[in-house]
Structures are given as structure tokens and as C-alpha cells.
């Protein structure tokens, strides 16, 4: 696959050949998973929202299979500090946004946030639509197998605070897991990894394929961490 940068306009291509045998849940279930299951938010049936795609993108590290996130600089506008996947709104170049156009927008983006080398990186599926409401963004989840990893860092700290690795033996510890409440009554799960908390959008994402993968273990749902009323 040529680097994102190269390809607007051409073709980005989705295979599942050659995936490692411990993706395999993770494919099987993007199949048949249907979008209430990930989540009660779904875009506007309306058409309204701002099209966006991100990258969840799988590797092999030294402890097994993980997760690259990355923290949001804490002066941005919106989700200021919170960790998330490399992503963002699709530009006009990335193409037809019910068509490949969110892939290359996933690859585009964790580009230019992440430093990422999109050659590595094989896409493999993405999964239903979804919505978040503070930010009116329609999301396509791209999920993708680094099958040749680079070097990763913050490309700009005004846009990102941090890159890292999450192993998903850390996402499924039980010790990990809590649940995030919001003054306005809102309830999440959370995973505490990494010295940051993950909440919100992407910690329901990951989650929900925790869950359908078959990898999610017994936790303590009532483990609250309280979230700060300007979050």
C-alpha cells in the first residue's frame, strides 16, 4: 500500500489475508455486529454531521497484542487531554465518505497526528457508523493489523500531547477497568492504563470489541471514577 499521502484519489483496499490467528475474533465479529451493539449514539438520520473516520489499529508488541492511542493536547478545543485513536474529519481529498474515503482519512490522519508510515499498515475492516453528539462528528471505526511497524511520536503538540501502545492484556485486567460518571448523570466504561484515562468515545469502542472479541474478562462495574463537569 502506497503512504496515504500518495494515494487520494486511488484505491485503498481492505484484505483480511495473512492476518495474526489472535485478530481473527476481531474480524469475525466486525461481520455481524450491528451498530446499536457498539453503541445508543448513530448519526443523524438526517444525513447531519461531520463525516470522520479513526484508526484502530492493532500491533504485536512485547507483551502481546496491543493498541496505539494517542492523548489530545490539553489546549485544544475539543476532547482537550483525552486519550483517543488517531483520527479526524475526512477532507474533500480523502473521497467518497460512504465510500473508501473514510479509510484513507483513518490512514491520513494517524499520518499527520501520529508520524505513523501508513506502508505498514493493513486494513483489514471497519465497523458501523457512529455518532458523538458533542462534537457532531459521524465516525467510521477503520481497524487495521501493523503489520510492518514504525516509529511513532507526537508530529505536533498543539494537536497531540502523546503517542503509545496499550497491550490489550492491560485493556482486559480486570484492576484496569472502571466506570466514568459525569455530573450530568452520564455513565461509561473506562480503562486506566498507560497512566491516562481512557473514556468516553474511544473506551466505548474498545470496550464493545473487548466484549465481541471474546476477550473481555469479569470486572468490577461498580469501580466509578468521577470525570471533571468541564470534560
Request: hydrophobic residues 40%; glycine residues 12%; proline residues 10%.
Amino acid at each position: 500500500m502506497a503512504r496515504a499521502s500518495d494515494t487520494q484519489g486511488g484505491s485503498v483496499t481492505l484484505s483480511k489475508k495473512g492476518l495474526p490467528t489472535w485478530l481473527g475474533p476481531v474480524a469475525e465479529a466486525m461481520e455481524t455486529v450491528q451498530p446499536l451493539q457498539l453503541s445508543r449514539f448513530l448519526p443523524p438520520e438526517d444525513g447531519g454531521g461531520r463525516q470522520s473516520a479513526v484508526l484502530i489499529l492493532f500491533g504485536d508488541g512485547e507483551r502481546g497484542p496491543e493498541l496505539l492511542l494517542m492523548e489530545r493536547a490539553s489546549s485544544l478545543r475539543a476532547h482537550a487531554g483525552q486519550p483517543s485513536f488517531p483520527g479526524g474529519a475526512l477532507d474533500p481529498q480523502d473521497g467518497d465518505p460512504h465510500g473508501d474515503g473514510p479509510l484513507r482519512a483513518a490512514l491520513r490522519e494517524a499520518e499527520e497526528e501520529t508520524g505513523l508510515d501508513p506502508a505498514g499498515v493493513q486494513l483489514f475492516g471497519v465497523l458501523p457508523k457512529l455518532y458523538i453528539p458533542v462534537s457532531e462528528f459521524v465516525v467510521t471505526p477503520v481497524l487495521g493489523w501493523w503489520r510492518e511497524p514504525s516509529p511513532v511520536g507526537a508530529v505536533d503538540p498543539n494537536e497531540t500531547a502523546r503517542v503509545f501502545t496499550v497491550p490489550v492484556a492491560d485493556l482486559t485486567d480486570p484492576a484496569n477497568r472502571a466506570t466514568t460518571y459525569h455530573p450530568s448523570g452520564h455513565r461509561g466504561p473506562a480503562f486506566l492504563v498507560e497512566s491516562a484515562l481512557v473514556w468516553g468515545f474511544t473506551a466505548g469502542v474498545i470496550d464493545r470489541l473487548l466484549h465481541y472479541a471474546g476477550w473481555e474478562r469479569p470486572w468490577d462495574r461498580e469501580k466509578l471514577v468521577p470525570l471533571d463537569w468541564r470534560s
